[in-house]
Each structure stands twice: as structure tokens, then as C-alpha cells.
């Protein structure tokens, strides 16, 4: 089993920033995809960013030019950098990672940690 446990996540002003992270623990092997996946209230869970292996990137547009994805595979984490947030970013920010094992791909999800950003 993997487990992800996500950090950082707090009540910032319009304009601000935050820093989130996600470490991975336990039975880790082949976790090619990490990324950040947020929900706002009565809405769907949605893609933020991603990264596969070291330097494949996606990012939603909406964070695109604001947000960075980082990731230190000797360590087992990835990074959230959120600049310039805006109130539309409030929501709850999940930790997803992918491993496969002879050819099946297993999901793995975080707690969430809430971020709320103030107008």
C-alpha cells in the first residue's frame, strides 16, 4: 500500500502564495505520475498539474503561468507552488500518484488539505 500525506494547505489573501507538498510512503514502485487535483464546494474534483517521471508537465489553464509543479523523486514528493492565487483557487487540494505493476495502474489519493483564499 501507498499512502500520501499532503501539507501546506492554510487561508491566504488574493495575491499571496502558498507552498503545498505530498509525501509518499510505503510500498512505492514505478510511481511515474504524481500531481495536485482540487474540488471546490459543489463542484467536480479537477486536474491542477501533473507531472510524469521528472519533467513531463500539465497544468490546468486556469493555474497555468501562476502555479508550479516540482517534484523529488529521492524523496518521494511533490511540490505545489501557488503564486498570484486568486479566491476561485479555494478549495480542498488532493495528492494523486500512479504506479503500475504488470501492466495494471493503481491510484493512489491524499487526505486533501483546504486551501481558502480571501478577496
Known amino acids: 500500500q501507498v499512502q500520501l500525506v499532503e501539507s501546506g494547505g492554510g487561508l491566504v489573501q488574493a495575491g499571496g502564495s502558498l507552498r503545498l507538498s505530498c509525501a509518499a510512503s510505503?510500498?512505492?514502485?514505478?510511481?511515474?505520475?504524481m500531481g495536485w487535483y482540487r474540488q471546490a464546494p459543489g463542484k467536480q474534483r479537477e486536474l491542477v498539474a501533473s507531472?510524469?517521471?521528472?519533467?513531463?508537465?500539465n497544468y490546468a489553464g486556469s493555474v497555468k503561468g501562476r502555479f508550479t509543479i516540482s517534484r523529488d523523486s529521492a524523496q518521494n514528493t511533490v511540490y505545489l507552488q501557488m503564486n498570484s492565487l486568486k479566491p476561485e483557487d479555494t478549495g480542498g487540494y488532493y495528492c494523486?500518484?500512479?504506479?503500475?505493476?504488470?501492466?495494471?495502474?493503481?491510484?493512489?489519493w491524499g487526505q486533501g488539505t483546504q486551501v481558502t483564499v480571501s478577496s
Open positions: 494523486k500518484a500512479q504506479s503500475t505493476v504488470w501492466g495494471i495502474t493503481y491510484d493512489y
Open positions: 507531472i510524469i517521471g521528472e519533467s513531463s508537465i
Open positions: 510505503g510500498s512505492i514502485f514505478n510511481m511515474h505520475t
